[in-house]
């Protein structure tokens, strides 16, 4: 019963908010039609402008991976991750999450593939899919496109959060699927 009625909820809450949202609109006297375009516009300057900043952490990113960084920090952190029981096969997420969220599906997807997605691997990888962030790459896109230039102290804030969101990824795998 209760899953008939979360599936019935989730089927019609998006057409139910695209409803309403523009009656809403309507009833408050909001030019919804020009508010709509007008956002758009904005979208697009900003797309336009985040160009530069992305094609930027794309070429580090695989500079990153391409010159072996990745590996030698992988052997470097791995003697920290097997005192915290993480299987040295998803360190390499721990490392790229904060730079690239695509990148790191890619990587997390190859080893559902490989260990399977109810493996401790796959089952922490999930987790730290949906803890972690892409630190850096907010940081340069979307502060750049805004013009923010200080950022020194989101750049702490971002990682210490990346940080913990790993080691809870595997404390909690570890405790419920081990």
């Known amino acids: ?14 057409p139910f ?24 516009q904005e979208g697009f300057t900003t797309a336009i402008k985040i160009i530069p ?20 920090l992988t052997q470097i952190l791995s003697p920290v991750t097997n005192y915290l029981g993480a299987p040295a096969e998803v360190l390499p997420l721990a490392i790229m999450r904060p730079l690239s969220g695509s990148g790191v599906l890619g990587m997390a997807t190859e080893l559902m ?19 972690t962030d892409t630190t850096f790459f907010v940081l340069t896109v979307y502060f750049g496109a805004v013009g923010i230039k200080k950022f020194r ?3 702490v804030t ?9 080691i809870a990824s595997v404390y909690i795998c570890n405790l419920l699927f081990k």
């Open 158 to 166: 971002g990682l210490t959060a990346d940080i913990t969101g790993f």
């Open 113 to 131: 593939r490989v260990y399977g997605p109810d493996s401790l691997i796959g089952r922490i990888a999930s987790t730290m899919q949906g803890t």
């Open 53 to 72: 900043f992305l094609v930027g952490m794309m070429v580090s990113i695989s500079v990153f991976r391409a010159s072996g960084a990745m590996e030698y």
């Open 17 to 40: 908010l695209l409803l309403t949202v523009p009656v809403y609109g309507f009833v408050k006297k909001v030019p919804v039609y020009e508010s709509f375009v007008e956002g758009a």
């Open 153 to 155: 102290y989101a750049v």
């Open 1 to 14: 019963m209760f899953l008939q009625v979360l599936e019935t909820v989730s089927r019609w809450a998006i």
